[in-house]
Every structure is written in C-alpha cells, then in structure tokens.
C-alpha cells in the first residue's frame, strides 16, 4: 500500500500478482537471455548448454526447471559424492546436468542414470498413479541414450527397474540426485535409497512435485519427509520439490 492510500482503498497500482506462474517464470528467465554473466541468473552458458537440449527434445523440462540444476549444480560444487538422475527418458536433463557439472565445476563427477528405456514398467504402477500408464515414455531406448550421453564418460548407465538396479550399485555418496519417474514407488524407493545416502549440502531435486498428473510423486514426498529428518524443504514454482540435506 503506498503512503497516500488509506486502508480499504483499491489498490492504484497495477496488481503485478502472476496470474499464471508457469508464464511467470519462464517469462522471467527469457528476459535474461542476452545478458552476460550474472550471478543468480540464467546467463549465455546456460541458454548454449540448454538450447540444443530443448531444441532437439531430448528432454520434456523446460528452462525453468533446468535452471533449478544450474543453480544446484554450482551449490554442490564443494560437496563430495556423485550424481544421479532416475527417469532419463531420452537423456536431455541427464546431459544437462552433467554438462553443467562440466561448465561449472571446471569438470566431471560420476554419474549414474537409470530407466527401464522401455517406458513405465506395469509392476511399478499402483493405485496412487491413476493417470500413468504401462509402456508410457517408450519412444527411446538405452543405445540411443548411451550414444546421446557419450562426451560424458564418467556416466553409468543402468536399464531395468530402478529398485532393482539399486540392489546391486556399489556404496557411494550423493551430491545430486534427480528422481523424475512420475511414479510412487520408484519415487519412494529412490527417496529411501539416496536420501540416506546424501552428503551434508547435498540435494535432491523431485520432479512433477505439484502436477497433477502424477499424485503418487508428493505423496511419497509426504510420507518420506514424515519420517526422515535433516533435510531443508523447497518448493520450487518450477513444480520440482528440493531437498537440501543439512
Ligand atoms: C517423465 S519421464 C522422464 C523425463 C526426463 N527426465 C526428461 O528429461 O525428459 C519418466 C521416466 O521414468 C521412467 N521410469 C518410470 N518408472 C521407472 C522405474 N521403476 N525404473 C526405472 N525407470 C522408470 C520411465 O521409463 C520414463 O522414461
């Protein structure tokens, strides 16, 4: 309220609330694309690591959530342990993160990506992802992936169940771990798996946290974080979710 208006006035200033925050946001980050480097914004590097990735689609995230790894990308710079992306679909936000590690930390950190590469498998759907269907996200496969991901060699890639790959993977610690299946289980399973597993500073960055397509993925946030302490909470207008550990 400025100092002339009395309290019940209307407003005279143009109600600048987002009436739609997706436009908000991706309008905001647009703004930025000529700047130069800038602290806090989405600079040149960024758009020539994204555009390409976008362009092509390789990935189904848009700039405002790729924008979220660039910020957590450089956060975890000094925080030891590797990164990991669940849901890769045809490998775009894989190779996003993994170039940014490249662009911002002066270098590679290993990597694991997992996806079944034949779309949701039909065991992992329950009652919480009635929108989702078996086979969903199948137009990709692991060698078009493992070929699209090869300028980075420190990634692993594992096909098959994520839960079930998880079994076998070595002990590591996390700096960053992306989980984008749109599914409950492998979400809560992923939670339970990395969560522990994540180094103080770390984070976790939980895709489709508030869309409503995917119900199973906040409720396994919900039931997660009521049981799991030491983490910060964000949430993001991206509609990802970020865990911070403390
Ligand atoms: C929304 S897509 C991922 C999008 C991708 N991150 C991108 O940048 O476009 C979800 C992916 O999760 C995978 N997925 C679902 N359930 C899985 C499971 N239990 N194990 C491994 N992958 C799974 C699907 O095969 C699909 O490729």
Redesign the pocket.
Known sequence: MSETEEPGDEPRHKDRRPRDPDLWIHGSIKKHRHTDALHFRPDNDFFRLADPIVRSQ????GYDRLYVFWQAVRNVSDVPGSAA??????????YFIAGAFVRRTGGEVPMHV????????QE?IGERDRFQEAG???A?SYEDVRAYLSPFPSIRIHK????A?LAHLEEAAYRLV?I????Y??TIDCLEYFGRRLSPGGVVVL??YSSTKCPGVPQAAFEYLERANGFQVWDMRSGQLMLVKR
């Open positions: 390789r990935t189904l995230l992306e669940i849901g890769s679909y045809r490998g775009g936000s894989a997992f996806d079944t590469f034949e779309g949701h498998p992992a969903q996200f199948s990709t098959g169940p994520v839960s790959s992306h984008d299946t749109d599914l289980e492998p895709d489709d």
